[in-house]
């Protein structure tokens, strides 16, 4: 089945110390993207990758880093979680850019930083 | 700057007609989608338009006038599980061609 997989699903943590949530896809998408959802706020984009080794900064990149070594896995990393990073979690692909209008989303992650 | 503006919430009624707009402001446009999010749920994509027109899929359609900046969702036939909410999203090539996306419009359906 192709889908996109994040874990963990729900996390708790505290500030400062360091996490990651996994993102992998199935379906050999080249074009890969973390969002955050707030509430009213709709989805904004953390950090987008186009290819393996190949990587950019978002619209809110600020206390986040990513990775793509390769092509199905995308990690999000906190290096230092604080409060205002609580928030629900969302990985996406899609084939590749020019078809970034057509994008297949994790189910997400609720993280909540005390 | 580049903004997407779309109604907040609207309410409806079980098998009535609905639409919701969505005008947008951005420096480049490939073409307008529109995504499905229930609640607890993830974004799953719906439609997307390119050309001027009606693209209708089911019950579901969406229509895009590049020349006015605006597009919209019409849902026929709701069904109340169809109670979600809705995004547009804009693919700007200006802006490395990522998606710019509305604030969402939470569809109410009563009975």
């Known amino acids: 089945e192709a889908q996109v997989t994040q874990n963990p699903r729900y996390l708790i943590t505290v500030t400062g110390k360091k996490l990651t949530v996994t993102c992998s896809q199935n379906m050999n998408h080249e074009y890969m993207s973390w969002y955050r959802q707030d509430p009213g706020l709709g989805l904004r984009q953390i950090y987008y990758s186009m290819n393996v080794e190949v990587t950019d900064k978002g619209d809110v990149p600020e206390g986040y880093k990513v990775s793509r070594k390769e092509k199905r896995n995308f990690p999000l990393i906190l290096e230092s979680p604080s409060p205002n990073q609580t928030s629900l979690y969302f990985c996406?692909?899609?084939?590749?850019?020019?078809?970034?209008?057509?994008?297949?989303f994790g189910p997400g992650t609720r993280l909540t930083v005390l | 700057g580049q903004s997407l503006e779309q109604p907040s919430e609207v309410t409806a009624v079980e098998g009535a007609i609905v639409q919701i707009n969505c005008t947008y402001q951005t420096s480049g446009f490939y073409g307008l989608s529109w995504y499905q999010q229930h609640d607890g749920g993830a974004p799953t994509f719906l439609s997307y338009n390119a050309l001027d027109g009606l693209e209708e899929t089911g019950r579901f359609s969406s229509f895009l006038s590049r020349s006015d900046s605006y597009g919209y969702l019409l849902l026929q036939e709701l069904q109340m599980k169809d109670s979600a909410s809705y995004f547009c999203?804009?693919?700007?090539?200006?802006?490395?061609?990522?998606?710019?996306w509305g604030a969402g419009t939470k569809l109410i359906i009563k009975p």
């Open positions: 999203a804009v693919r700007d090539p200006d802006s490395n061609y990522q998606l710019i």
């Open positions: 996406a692909s899609s084939l590749d850019r020019s078809t970034a209008d057509t994008q297949y």
